[in-house]
């Protein structure tokens, strides 16, 4: 089994090809210019696995949330891919990316939505070592974010920018969390981990249904008078 994995929802772009347990990678942080990075490293790793698209049984995308154009450029050049070759897509949550990377029993992901927000969720290990969200996926303010009240007295992990964003934060959850990443951001490593178990069981979608989810729906917002 064969899949392209893709990633630009943050300031980290990354590609990444899972051919039979082994992957692929090619990672790079920056500020802007995703769309010439993401295609380059795609064709770097095709060429070097000997690959092509029309080999691939799906491509997995990291679907947001995260900047708006980021998830946008991962979902339209996803789509791209995926209708020339004719293959399907599998779209992974990029607050899960960063939950795997973590990789602990609960995780707390926090990623920086920007305008003094957070993008944020709850996870579990599931037996198999890949994380499965506890709850929904949300935005908003630093302060309002919580864990699950079944998780008093147990150990959890806080992971994303948004903790090193929000100094609040983290000195607010620091006596919950035993240990708080404030380095991580989503990465096709992961998104491609992730899309495994579901492209096995042909859990996957038609191109079209490569969509971005926002979770936030507006931009920009007017300042107050």
Aim: glycine fraction near 8%; charged fraction near 20%.
């Amino acid at each position: 089994m064969k899949i392209l994995a893709l990633d630009t929802a943050t300031e980290n772009c990354s590609a990444a090809l899972w051919i039979k347990g082994t992957i692929l990678q090619r990672e790079a942080e920056a500020e802007r210019g995703h769309a010439e990075l993401i295609l380059s490293m795609i064709d770097e790793l095709l060429r070097e696995s000997a690959t092509r698209l029309a080999d691939l049984d799906a491509i997995a995308f990291g679907r947001g949330p995260g900047s708006f154009t980021g998830v946008r450029l991962a979902a339209s050049v996803t789509q791209g891919l995926a209708f020339g070759a004719g293959v399907p897509v599998a779209p992974v949550s990029d607050l899960q990316a960063v939950a795997q990377r973590a990789a602990s029993q609960h995780v707390l992901v926090c990623n920086d939505a920007r305008m003094q927000e957070v993008y944020w969720a709850c996870f579990e290990m599931s037996p198999d070592g890949s994380m499965r969200p506890s709850g929904s996926e949300r935005v908003s303010k630093p302060s309002e974010v919580q864990l699950p009240g079944e998780w008093a007295g147990q150990s959890a992990t806080g992971a994303g920018r948004g903790f090193a964003a929000y100094t609040s934060l983290r000195e607010r959850l620091a006596d919950q969390l035993t240990n708080i990443d404030g380095t991580l951001l989503p990465r096709a490593r992961e998104v491609a981990l992730l899309a495994v178990p579901d492209v096995q069981a042909g859990r996957v979608l038609p191109p079209e249904a490569a969509i971005p989810v926002y979770i936030r729906d507006d931009v920009a917002r007017p300042k107050a008078p």
